[in-house]
């Protein structure tokens, strides 16, 4: 229990408070604007440009970038349920597997390379 010490949790609560409110607020903006499907690609962006913004007037928190290092290593588990309903899927999709993959390549692995290219020069 010596590792829950050491845990620093208002860095961790404050980081994914920013994160939750982020997402929140693009996927109630985007349903205003009756396109609810955008707003995780929306919460992404706009959280972005803020920590870009940010990071070109202040410095940026270690204490936050030590902890969305940390969110991001550890998140990798949680796809494996999402990647096994979506073989699943793919096997009951038929003439539709195509199109799927298509609109499962721009929504997932452009964005995230696209955050990574970011994250890696800016942050």
């Given at each position: 229990?010596?590792?829950?010490?050491?845990?620093?949790?208002?860095?961790?609560?404050?980081?994914?408070?920013?994160?939750?409110?982020f997402?929140?607020?693009?996927?109630?903006?985007?349903?205003?604007?009756?396109?609810?499907?955008?707003?995780?690609?929306?919460?992404?962006?706009?959280?972005?440009?803020?920590l870009?913004?940010?990071?070109?007037?202040?410095k940026?928190?270690?204490?936050?970038?030590?902890?969305?290092?940390?969110?991001?290593?550890?998140?990798?588990?949680?796809?494996l349920?999402?990647?096994?309903?979506?073989?699943?899927?793919?096997?009951?999709?038929?003439?539709?597997?195509?199109?799927?993959?298509?609109?499962?390549?721009i929504?997932t692995?452009?964005?995230?390379?696209?955050?990574?290219?970011?994250?890696k020069r800016?942050?």
């Amino acid at each position: 229990m010596d590792w829950i010490k050491t845990i620093d949790w208002p860095a961790w609560i404050g980081t994914l408070a920013l994160i939750i409110c982020f997402r929140e607020g693009a996927v109630w903006l985007m349903t205003q604007l009756n396109h609810p499907e955008l707003g995780n690609l929306v919460g992404l962006i706009a959280l972005l440009m803020t920590l870009l913004v940010w990071r070109n007037v202040h410095k940026l928190p270690a204490r936050l970038v030590d902890t969305n290092n940390k969110i991001m290593k550890e998140s990798a588990f949680a796809f494996l349920p999402i990647s096994a309903g979506s073989l699943i899927m793919l096997v009951q999709m038929g003439k539709e597997i195509p199109l799927f993959l298509i609109v499962m390549f721009i929504s997932t692995l452009i964005p995230l390379w696209v955050y990574a290219k970011m994250a890696k020069r800016w942050l």
